[in-house]
């Protein structure tokens, strides 16, 4: 037995590049974002201090790793395999969830997914980005404020509306906004040669 | 084989066990002490969780380095539903937008505990395993497709040169004249920039590393594995303990009249 | 189907056969390979050379039956294959497993955390029974010279040159018929180069493995292959193979093309420009001092509050930096050399020592550079980091450019003869990640220079460049060192030290501190 089986690919299954960079644009993303939080602790301890639900505003942060990993490598279950991937590192690294930050990883995720979903994952333009970071937030805001193991889960109802209010907005500006962004000059960079996002950077922004 | 390759450095009894009996004893902890914010049952669990921590192979000084962001980041937590939670009983604080009573007071406290509570397994359990052994457990046994799997373990190497490269692409830019101290735009602006130069250096080594991967033969339909993932006794005992002390946690609350499940409100 | 192996386990040699085979990669316009016709037969060692360009790499992963599926999207910019490849008669693609390919950076060679298990991930991958795979991995790190490695030794404790080791013993383990090396000194120091060409002629002579290897330089694979091939791009009108024989028949006869083409043909050292006057040691201001510096990369961190006290990496040096004089800092790998260069620019806190820039390089900034702030950095001390996309900083190469001068407010008029000087006119407009090696690595020389800084320190310049490259560089800071800028250069390249000229600053790996 000297050779591997070959596996006959379709445009939508994923091939061994588009899990390993998936897995690693999550992971980095993590990185980011958790160095990211580290700087803004001055700015989020205030907030959190006046008044809980504002963090909502910071939380789009969360979502990137998402949007841009289904915008990068436009396959079904990016969305929700990028979020679940960096859960699992923010698990490593020692998350204030625990365990509980891969049920809210899924979760977010799968609010980005069902948007992709609903367009059959053919439309990948800056409304639908915006469209899919707003949703992970709204999953965000629902994860953290109904879910058992939610850090919201005390509030009293018209906080956790501000709140999830907050959560969308973020999650449509960062993660949908930002990730959209993000693709369009990474394509020009030539180095998503390999994926089907190739052409990202000239790509109609509403159609 | 797995004698021979054993967690460099960490001998501890739990690092034998498989992954996935230490991974359900913690979601079955998390799952109680998630279901209800009081008092009782987080300081039950926590107390048999602190107990736990030279079987994970940690010493008290790595407890406290690993554990006191959590313990931080759940008093924040705390706080947040002490001011913010429906009040009941005597009004201690006002601030006009918030008001913290003698009820969510003691909500709070509780929340504080219950979040360092859940956090603190998932440190003990990130202590005691090698991610290997958890790629081997989640694609042998738990049967999750191994090129996922595998795929994401090769990524996750790669995490300590993301950090690395985090900071010499920080120091690089400076040496462009991007000023990343100053005002919070400008910090803002240099963070992006920085973030954006990490991202293609991520996309180009895992684009290296997925062909690598695939010129040794991965992605193929089928594959021996030269690390088998067993259960054994220890395992048993690791999920019985998960069972006990999540059900003495459980029924420690509900015996002091603490329960108090999350959906029905105090 | 030809087996890996006979009855006896013993490694069959593949043999390739390429007629008229072209590629185009997906998203381009024009195919890297085209009308290749070449045969290898089992057990030869070839040496594939060519400029950039040629498509050596796009061959090699060809062989390896890596190159993208071609059925992956309906839309235009598929990929497209002509004529036909062959290894042992069938695809590649079907023979995957067949062959073993190791790369240019180690650190993506490395598939998993545990010497042990990466070695044998290619044998699981190809359904080797279990019990089988343990004596092959044993075998195979004897074989590249690891076998004194705990198998559950930590991967990323490896250095470069025992990385690539032991992506050859992964790759051994496989029992491939074909070893295909795609540049795999190119990132290495010295001494690595020789552990991997060593490991590999061991492993050929056991195996009688076929061989492909692309290298620069030529001096290190020479005597261990048989037969060179000369590649250029292919067209209509050329075919894709050049040249075609023993190692010295081609190098005479092709010496002065390769060495245009910027091949490092043995025994050529390319010319480069000498200084006007060599300075005397000691004359020239100075700019910057390091007194009994000592250094890390680390963060310094907290266990609770009390600081943990970093360990440097190097300590008690010190050197000088003088206008229009070189220093060239050498040692070996670990000694601390990249992180005593940032050190000494001002962008690492120092962890003992100090390091202090005179009034007539600080001009009222200030002695501490690690205090300055950016804009007032660049334009004192420059700083050339290793990998070129780490300082890219905007979308065009024009852009790039200007970037310093704009945050100046002065200097734009350099630009133009820096873009002339430094032959990246025709680039203005092309996003600076999509140049190739050399035009990146002019490109960050350029962009750091454009703020005409007093000092320029430049972290391992040479590093996998091509001779020409090499040559431009070399002549371009003796240049800049007859005009008077102090230019300090961390390097492996011992040529490099010499076309430099100056002062050397050697370092040696600090002894074991005992905990």
């Known amino acids: ?207 | 084989m797995r004698q021979q390759l054993t967690l460099s450095g960490n001998h501890a009894l739990l690092a034998r066990a498989n992954p996935l009996s230490k991974f359900a004893a913690v979601l079955l902890i998390t799952a109680v002490l998630a279901l209800s914010i009081d008092w009782v049952s987080a300081s039950v669990a926590l107390v048999f969780e602190l107990l736990l921590f030279p079987l994970a192979g940690l010493t008290l000084s790595l407890l406290w380095q690993r554990g006191w962001p959590l313990i931080l980041a759940a008093a924040v937590g705390g706080w947040s539903t002490a001011i913010l939670a429906p009040d009941s009983g005597r009004i201690l604080l006002d601030a006009g937008i918030w008001t913290m009573s003698e009820g969510s007071l003691q909500l709070g406290i509780g929340f504080l505990l219950r979040g360092f509570a859940i956090a603190l397994p998932a440190v003990l359990l990130m202590s005691c395993t090698d991610p290997t052994d958890l790629a081997d457990a989640l694609a042998q046994k738990a049967r999750l497709p191994h090129r996922f799997v595998l795929g994401t373990l090769a990524a996750m190497r790669l995490v300590g040169l993301m950090a690395e490269e985090w900071q010499t692409i920080g120091m690089a830019r400076r040496a462009r004249g991007v000023g990343a101290r100053g005002s919070l735009g400008q910090r803002v602006k240099a963070t992006l920039g920085q973030s954006f130069g990490l991202l293609v250096q991520a996309i180009r080594r895992a684009s290296r590393l997925a062909v690598t991967m695939e010129a040794r033969g991965f992605g193929g339909g089928r594959r021996t594995w030269a690390r088998v993932s067993t259960f054994s006794p220890l395992d048993l005992w690791v999920v019985a303990g998960g069972v006990l002390v999540a059900g003495l946690a459980l029924f420690a609350a509900v015996t002091a009249g603490t329960w108090n499940m999350v959906w029905l409100g105090s | 189907m030809a087996p890996s192996q006979d009855a006896s386990g013993t490694v069959q040699p593949a043999a390739i056969a390429a007629r008229g085979w072209g590629w185009r990669h997906a998203g381009r316009a024009k195919p890297a390979v085209h009308g290749l016709d070449l045969d290898i037969a089992p057990g030869e060692r070839v040496l594939l050379l060519g400029p950039s360009g040629a498509g050596k790499s796009t061959l090699l992963h060809a062989l390896a039956g890596v190159l993208g599926d071609i059925n992956d999207d309906g839309e235009a910019g598929d990929a497209d294959e002509s004529g036909s490849l062959l290894v042992d008669g069938a695809p590649p693609r079907a023979r995957r497993g067949r062959a073993g390919l190791m790369q240019q950076d180690p650190e993506t060679q490395v598939v998993l955390s545990r010497v042990g298990d990466d070695v044998a991930f290619g044998a699981e991958n190809l359904a080797v029974p279990r019990d089988a795979i343990w004596p092959r991995v044993h075998e195979a790190l004897a074989d590249v010279g690891l076998a004194h490695l705990p198998l559950d030794h930590p991967t990323s404790a490896l250095s470069g040159g025992q990385k690539q080791r032991l992506a050859l013993a992964g790759i051994l383990a496989m029992r491939p018929g074909l070893i295909l090396l795609d540049e795999p000194t190119a990132n290495l120091d010295p001494d690595g180069v020789l552990e991997v060409r060593d490991a590999v002629a061991r492993s050929l002579d056991k195996t009688g493995a076929t061989l492909v290897v692309v290298e620069h330089r030529v001096s290190v694979w020479k005597d261990l292959v048989d037969r060179i091939v000369v590649l250029q791009p292919g067209s209509a009108a050329d075919p894709a193979v050049l040249l075609d024989g023993p190692p010295d028949r081609v190098l005479t006869e092709a010496r002065s093309m390769l060495a245009a083409a910027g091949v490092w043909v043995p025994g050529y050292v390319p010319a480069t420009r000498a200084r006007a006057a060599v300075p005397a040691p000691g004359a020239g201001s100075l700019l910057l001092a390091a007194e009994q510096l000592g250094v890390s990369r680390e963060r310094p961190r907290r266990k609770g509050f009390r600081k943990i006290p970093l360990v440097p990496v190097q300590e008690g040096v010190s050197a000088q930096v003088r206008a229009g004089q070189a220093l060239a800092i050498t040692g070996a790998n670990g000694a601390g050399k990249s992180t005593f260069a940032l050190t000494l620019a001002g962008l690492l806190e120092p962890v003992s020592g100090k390091v202090s820039a005179t009034l007539d390089l600080s001009r009222g900034a200030g002695i501490d550079p690690y205090k300055w702030k950016a804009e007032q950095l660049i334009s004192r001390v420059g700083t050339v980091f290793q990998e070129p996309e780490h300082q890219f900083v905007t979308g065009k190469v024009l852009d790039e450019l200007l970037f310093g001068p704009r945050h100046l407010g002065h200097g734009e008029d350099r630009v133009e003869e820096l873009l002339e000087r430094l032959r990246l006119t025709q680039l203005v407009d092309a996003n600076p990640y999509t140049l190739s090696g050399g035009e990146k690595r002019r490109l960050s020389v350029a962009t750091v220079l454009a703020a005409s800084p007093q000092v320029l320190i430049l972290d391992e310049p040479t590093f996998g460049q091509d001779a020409n490259t090499w040559a431009e560089l070399a002549s371009f800071l003796s240049e800049l060192l007859d005009g008077g800028t102090a230019v300090v250069a961390v390097t492996h390249d011992a040529e490099f030290t010499e076309a430099l000229g100056g002062a050397e600053l050697r370092m040696a790996v600090a002894e074991a501190v005992a905990p």
């Not at chain 1, 991937?85 to 020692?94: H, I, P, R, S």
């Not at chain 1, 990948?124 to 970071?133: E, I, K, R």
């Not at chain 1, 693709?183 to 790509?203: D, I, M, N, Q, W």
């Open chain 1, 1 to 207: 037995m000297s050779t591997a089986a070959i596996k006959k690919t379709t445009s939508k299954s994923w091939r061994v590049v588009d899990i390993v960079v998936a897995a690693l644009v999550a992971i980095a993303g993590g990185v980011i974002f958790w160095a990211w939080d580290q700087g803004a602790a001055a700015l989020s301890a205030p907030m959190n201090a006046a008044y809980p639900p504002l963090t909502g505003l910071l939380a789009g942060g969360w979502m990137i790793p998402g949007v841009l990993g289904m915008l990068i490598i436009r396959k079904p279950g990016a969305a929700l395999f990028c979020e679940t991937v960096a859960a699992t590192g923010e698990l490593l690294m020692g998350s204030q969830y625990g365990a509980s930050v891969l049920f809210s990883g899924f979760i977010q995720g799968l609010g980005a997914e069902i948007i992709f979903a609903i367009f059959v994952y053919r439309k990948f333009n800056l409304p639908v980005s915006l469209l899919a970071g707003a949703a992970a937030g709204f999953f965000c805001g629902l994860n953290d404020s109904f879910a058992p193991w939610g850090w919201n889960i005390a509030y009293s109802g018209a906080d956790k509306l501000a709140y999830i209010v907050l959560t969308t907005l973020s999650g449509a500006i960062l993660a949908g906004a930002l990730s959209w962004l993000a693709t369009r000059g990474l394509a020009r960079t030539g180095v998503l040669s390999s994926f089907a996002s190739r052409k990202a950077a000239t790509e109609p922004v509403f159609s």
